[in-house]
């Protein structure tokens, strides 16, 4: 079964520090994974996919097969990186199994 | 129009009441999806629909009927439903790739607050 696990429910950092969300997950196939973001007020969106191998808003994220990780991180926090995070793994279909969430909170 | 539109924003229905939800979206996107977001919880998978069949139901109990008229438009029916069906619900959609293995993104709606009194 497929199942995805973001340990931290909230995340407090001072604006300049280093960021890193955990998400760990387990797969019996080859995991495709993706983290959303959630600002106050606005939808649900894509923040980045593995696959991609893309920085957005600074952020990366690689994915660790040996320890089925795909933590999010950001050397230089802002403020406005303040939101939930869901860590997500696709299955067949496009669906979508999403993690826990975790709240990032960037403090000046 | 990069946006999924859903309506109402917020419902407050009794039980015995019968109401829908709506989404659209104008992307071309040939997959559309129903979510249920409880308080502090993550987005879960309620219907699946591929160009217009329903693909997945995520053994949703009957008293939510899903429905899709055409390719831009997917309805949530509610009849007959409990309190604890209260949650926001969530409409996405994305294009469906080739092959398993697509990446592709989903645009998510803002979502339907529905409170079942």
């Known amino acids: 079964a497929q199942r995805v696990t973001q340990p931290e429910k909230l995340l407090s950092v001072f604006k300049g520090a280093p960021v890193e969300l955990k998400c760990n997950y387990s797969?019996?196939?080859?995991?495709?994974l993706f983290w959303y973001v959630q600002y106050s007020r606005q939808r649900l969106q894509l923040l980045l996919r593995h696959i991609s191998r893309e920085s957005i808003k600074g952020f990366t994220a690689d994915l660790n097969k040996g320890e089925t990780s795909f933590h999010l991180k950001k050397p230089f926090a802002q403020e406005e990186d303040s939101a939930m995070y869901y860590c997500?793994?696709?299955?067949?279909?496009?669906?979508?199994?999403f993690g826990g969430g975790t709240r990032l909170m960037v403090k000046p | 129009d990069t946006e999924v539109t859903q309506t109402p924003k917020h419902l407050v229905m009794g039980m015995t009441n019968k109401k829908s939800l709506k989404c659209e979206q104008h992307m071309g996107h040939r997959a559309m999806y129903w979510y249920k977001q409880k308080a502090k919880k993550p987005p879960e998978l309620m219907f699946v629909?591929?160009?217009?069949?329903?693909?997945i139901n995520e053994s949703v109990p009957s008293r939510f009927s899903p429905e899709c008229p055409n390719s831009s438009l997917l309805n949530l029916h509610l009849h007959a439903l409990q309190p604890e069906d209260s949650a926001l619900y969530l409409c996405?959609?994305?294009?469906?790739?080739?092959?398993?293995?697509?990446?592709?993104?989903?645009?998510f709606g803002s979502g339907t607050q529905l409170s079942v009194l």
């Open positions: 797969y019996s196939g080859s995991p495709e």
């Open positions: 629909y591929s160009y217009e069949k329903l693909s």
């Open positions: 997500a793994l696709r299955r067949a279909g496009n669906m979508l199994t």
């Open positions: 996405a959609s994305s294009h469906l790739g080739q092959g398993r293995s697509t990446n592709e993104k989903l645009f």
